[in-house]
Structure formats: structure tokens, C-alpha cells
């Protein structure tokens, strides 16, 4: 089946500077590629999403890239704020199939 | 409309009970998903259902967990003789058709706690 790695585990960036958080999936089959963002307690919400047919996807502060031939997609923030501190979760799916979540990226923006 | 509802929100049993853990999908939606978090840890596939097909249960950590989806709406999963180790939070979430590549939708989760 598919395995997702997700980097870093954790993340401390000053308010104002950017986020960059990556991940690899292992089934080239994979075709679509949400980030959700979990805070603390609360259930994880999707921030943003990515199918194969493209490589990069912008909404306001934060954007995705996917690189198909390295099999890696990465979660971008900029302009971070003390309200982006979660905890933040890549996963990849073949359509029509289960998703595969990574191990999550804890997040902290420091005012 | 109302999102993913899973009950209870908050469980504590004795070691050795069993437990039922229900899920309402958003109204309309196929695709059935559990998942299990351990404090601070990742989301652990545990089961998966779409419309009429077979679930996808390998994910499933022992004999001791079963799951099913009743008129292809609400879901129970149930964990036998509950041990330490079981204790997390499961969340479920759903999708209007997994086929068509739509995205899931998570509940609150309901937190188990095994003493």
C-alpha cells in the first residue's frame, strides 16, 4: 500500500516568516493530495487540496506544490500567524480508495 | 447543513468492556471512514466503507475491532475486551463519493480513555 512521510515533526517560525512543510508518497497511482490542519482538540479541516493533473495551487497565504516525477508535495505558508499554530497533516489517495495520512507536523508561530 | 456527528464525545471503561462508537455521515455521503490518533500521534486507517462494496477493513488492528454501516448510513464501530493500549481518539469522517475523488470530512472524534 501507499506510505507517506511527512517533514519536519515540528516547526517554530517567528510571525511574519514563512512555513514549508513536505512530504513523499511511495504509489505513483496516488492522485490527489490534501493538507488538513488540526488544532489542538479539535477535528482535522481541510486547508487546501492537490490532484495530479497540476502542480501547484495557490488560496491566499498558502499554496502546494507537487512534484509527480519525485513523488513529493509540500505545504507552503507565508506571512505565518500565532493563529496558523497546529498541527498540520499531508495525505494521498488513489481515487475511489482509503486516504493516507502522514505523522503530522506540529506547528508553533511565535508573536 | 450538519457535518460529521459521532457519539459519544467522551468514554471511559474498564479494561475488558467492550465499547460502540456511532458515526452519522453528512447526509448524502457514500464513503465512510475510520481512523484512530493516539495522543500526539497520526491518523491510523482503520476501516473503509463505499455505498454497497465490501469495507475495506485492513486496517483493523486485531479480531478484537469490527465495524459496520447499517442502510448505508450510520456506522458502529465496536471494540471487544477493550485493553490500555485502545485507548485514543477515533474519529470518522465521510466523503459524498470516494470514487469521484472528493475530499473527507472528520467529526469531532470521540475520546476513549481504557482504565
Known amino acids: 500500500g501507499e506510505n507517506v512521510e511527512q517533514h519536519p515533526s515540528t516547526l517554530s517560525v517567528q510571525e511574519g516568516d514563512s512555513a514549508v512543510i513536505k512530504c513523499t508518497y511511495s504509489?505513483?497511482?496516488?492522485?490527489?493530495f490534501p493538507w488538513y490542519k488540526q488544532e489542538l482538540g479539535k477535528r482535522p479541516q481541510l486547508i487546501i487540496d492537490?490532484?495530479?493533473?497540476?502542480g501547484e495551487k495557490k488560496d491566499q497565504r498558502i499554496a502546494v506544490t507537487l512534484n509527480k516525477t519525485a513523488k513529493h508535495f509540500s505545504l507552503h505558508i507565508t506571512e505565518t500567524q500565532p493563529e496558523d499554530s497546529a498541527v498540520y497533516f499531508c495525505?494521498?489517495?488513489?481515487?475511489?480508495?482509503?486516504?493516507?495520512f502522514g505523522t503530522g507536523t506540529s506547528l508553533t508561530v511565535i508573536p | 447543513g450538519a457535518g460529521v456527528s459521532q457519539s459519544p464525545s467522551n468514554k471511559v471503561t474498564e479494561k475488558g468492556k467492550d465499547v460502540e462508537l456511532r458515526c452519522d455521515p453528512i447526509?448524502?455521503?457514500?464513503?465512510l471512514y475510520w481512523y484512530r490518533q493516539s495522543l500526539g500521534q497520526g491518523l491510523e486507517f482503520l476501516i473503509y466503507?463505499?455505498?454497497?462494496?465490501?469495507?475495506?477493513k485492513s486496517g483493523l488492528p486485531s479480531d478484537r475491532f469490527s465495524a459496520e454501516r447499517t442502510g448505508g448510513s450510520v456506522s458502529t464501530l465496536t471494540i471487544q475486551r477493550t485493553q490500555q493500549e485502545d485507548s485514543a481518539v477515533y474519529l470518522c469522517?465521510?466523503?459524498?463519493?470516494?470514487?469521484?475523488?472528493?475530499?473527507?470530512?472528520f467529526g469531532e472524534g470521540s475520546w476513549l480513555t481504557v482504565v
Open positions: 469522517a465521510s466523503s459524498p463519493d470516494s470514487r469521484t475523488g472528493n475530499t473527507i470530512y
Open positions: 504509489d505513483s497511482a496516488s492522485n490527489y
Open positions: 492537490i490532484r495530479s493533473n497540476v
Open positions: 495525505a494521498a489517495t488513489i481515487t475511489g480508495n482509503q486516504f493516507y
Open positions: 447526509s448524502g455521503h457514500t464513503a
Open positions: 466503507f463505499q455505498g454497497n462494496s465490501a469495507p475495506d
